[in-house]
Each structure stands twice: as structure tokens, then as C-alpha cells.
């Protein structure tokens, strides 16, 4: 199906199909709009160029790889074995995140996997099907807070010495829990 999108010139409604930025009866300043997009390209290209190497260069070596630990989950990540596990596990639980189903709320189409166990607190389980489970953004963004409390993970927090936990209802429970 082909992608849309509105014609640029001021108060025109009308729908262009892509590549195209004006609709047929403003197409007039079509050639214009890509030059001047070019030229602003160029004269910006090593400014933006430069800053996005710069920057990643130190997300990498603060963030990404800070350790050896963290340089190794980089690269599972990037492996084949993960795109197999995350595939076979978004299948098995039809995209519907495990946490809100739990909870009894359907979400569909979420499309993240996560740990049950973080491999932040035993990397041992990181190829195990069964410390998988489909998760939505919300549902991520409050497990990670939880796990941050429960086992220290996450960046200059200490481990702790808790039992894990692989029961995802009752994680929910207590990830919830205020």
C-alpha cells in the first residue's frame, strides 16, 4: 500500500503519494523545496556529523561498554541466538505483553522481550526460554524501577542478595505495589 502524506504548500489539504512533497497543482515548487533541502543538508552536515560521533563515542564507552559485563549483554543482543529466542517467544505469547495479561489487561502488539530474572543479576539464564516473557513499554519502564529496587541492578547500584524471582504474576504484584 502506498504511503501518503500532505502537500507542504500552506493551506493546501491535498494527499501526495511518496516521494513527493506538493500535490499536483503546487508541484511547481517541488524542485525548489529539494534544492533548498540539499543546500541545507550540505552547509549542516559536518556539524551534526561530528556531534553524532562524538557523542556516541562516549555513550559507548560510559553507557554501552562501561564493563566487560555489560560489553558481552551488548553483543548477545546483537547475536543470532537472540533474534531466534526473541522471535520464538513473540510468537509463543502472540505479542500480548505477559505482565498486563497477569494483571488481567490484554495489550497487544507489544513487541519487546524481556528477562523474567534480569542477566544483570545471572547471566546464566540469559539463553533460557523460560526467563522470557513478552512485555509492553509501560510494563518495562516499571519493571526495570522494580528491579533496580529488588535486585540493584542498573548502573553504580550494588547487587543484591535476594531470591529470584520467576513467578511473573507475582512480580506484577510487587512491581505495582506503591
Known amino acids: 500500500m502506498p504511503r501518503y502524506r500532505r502537500c507542504r504548500q500552506p493551506e493546501c489539504h491535498a494527499m501526495v503519494k511518496y516521494p513527493n512533497h506538493y500535490c499536483a497543482k503546487h508541484f511547481e515548487y517541488e524542485a525548489e523545496y529539494l534544492a533548498n533541502r540539499q543546500r541545507w543538508a550540505r552547509k549542516h552536515a559536518e556539524q551534526y556529523q561530528h556531534h553524532d560521533k562524538r557523542y556516541a563515542k562516549h555513550y559507548n564507552t560510559v553507557t554501552r561498554n ?39 489487561k490484554l495489550t497487544p502488539n507489544s513487541k519487546t522481550v524481556d528477562h523474567i530474572v534480569p542477566i544483570a543479576y545471572n547471566s546464566e539464564l540469559k539463553a533460557d526460554s523460560s526467563n522470557l516473557a513478552t512485555i509492553c513499554r509501560e510494563c518495562h519502564r516499571l519493571k526495570t524501577q522494580w528491579e533496580q529496587s529488588y535486585y540493584g541492578t542498573g548502573q553504580n547500584i550494588a547487587k543484591k542478595d535476594v531470591p529470584e524471582i520467576h513467578d511473573i504474576q507475582r512480580i506484577v504484584i510487587l512491581m505495582r505495589k506503591k
Open 66 to 104: 562501561r564493563n566487560e559485563e555489560r560489553s558481552d549483554q551488548y553483543k548477545f543482543y546483537r547475536s543470532r541466538q537472540w533474534v531466534g529466542l526473541r522471535e520464538s517467544t513473540l510468537d509463543h505469547d502472540h505479542y500480548l505483553c505477559q505482565y498486563c495479561k497477569a494483571y488481567g
